[in-house]
């Protein structure tokens, strides 16, 4: 203990940080369809979609288009996923 834990290596995380662009950008291209249509199904591409973008910069907008698909608002969502830039 002491000073010999501060060599000690951080505990792994429970998933690594961010996952693969290409396949969350595919993955908008299928919620921007999916909110337009109003199709509930939205919410399930969008679960993966945050855990694919946890720990990028594009984890805060992603978390917006949440905010409004937890509500129901298909319409601010997409705003909120158009701002995203994919």
């Known amino acids: ?6 060599g000690a290596s951080p505990a792994p995380q429970s998933a690594p940080a961010g996952g693969d662009p290409s396949r969350a950008q595919a ?4 919620l921007r ?4 249509e109003g199709n509930a199904e939205a919410t399930e591409v969008l679960d993966e979609l945050v855990r694919q973008t ?8 992603i978390g917006r288009v949440a905010s ?3 509500v129901f ?14």
């Open 68 to 70: 409004a698909v937890d």
């Open 33 to 36: 369809g999916l909110l337009a």
């Open 1 to 6: 203990v002491g000073l010999a834990s501060l």
């Open 73 to 86: 608002d298909f319409e601010t969502a997409l705003q909120a996923l158009d701002a995203v830039g994919w």
């Open 54 to 61: 946890a720990g990028t910069p594009h984890a805060a907008a």
């Open 27 to 30: 993955l908008s291209a299928r």
